[in-house]
Nanobody, 110 residues
Framework: QVQLLESGGGLVQSGGSLRLSCAAS????????MDWYRQYPGTERKFVAT???????FYADSVKGRFAISRDTAKNTVYLQMNSLSPEDTDVYYC????WGKGTLVTVSS
């Protein structure tokens, strides 16, 4: 079974940017979609973005125009470029492609 490993989280000031990476142990070309979700402890996991095999992308309204998802098939990695971050974006971000990664924490300070 494929495993997903997220990285790139950290502490950033409001208005800043981060790029998250999700490296898969297998070929991501096998997945019709690859997704990012976010979750604050004690709350439900929420959809952030998805990238399809056909290179289409879909976003939650809260991140449209600020976040961009992309897939690199050669590197078996999916990225989430996050710009104009605000404290409301503070969450653990999870990668998903039939299975879940362990998540990476993003903290945005005001």
């Amino acid at each position: 079974q494929v495993q997903l490993l997220e990285s790139g989280g950290g502490l950033v000031q409001s208005g800043g940017s981060l790029r998250l990476s999700c490296a898969a142990s297998g070929k991501i070309s096998a997945f019709e979609t690859m997704d990012w979700y976010r979750q604050y402890p004690g709350t439900e996991r929420k959809f952030v973005a998805t990238a399809t095999k056909a290179d289409r992308a879909f976003y939650a309204d809260s991140v449209k125009g600020r976040f961009a998802i992309s897939r690199d098939t050669a590197k078996n990695t999916v990225y989430l470029q996050m710009n104009s971050l605000s404290p409301e974006d503070t969450d653990v971000y999870y990668c998903h492609a039939n299975v879940w990664g362990k998540g990476t924490l993003v903290t945005v300070s005001s």
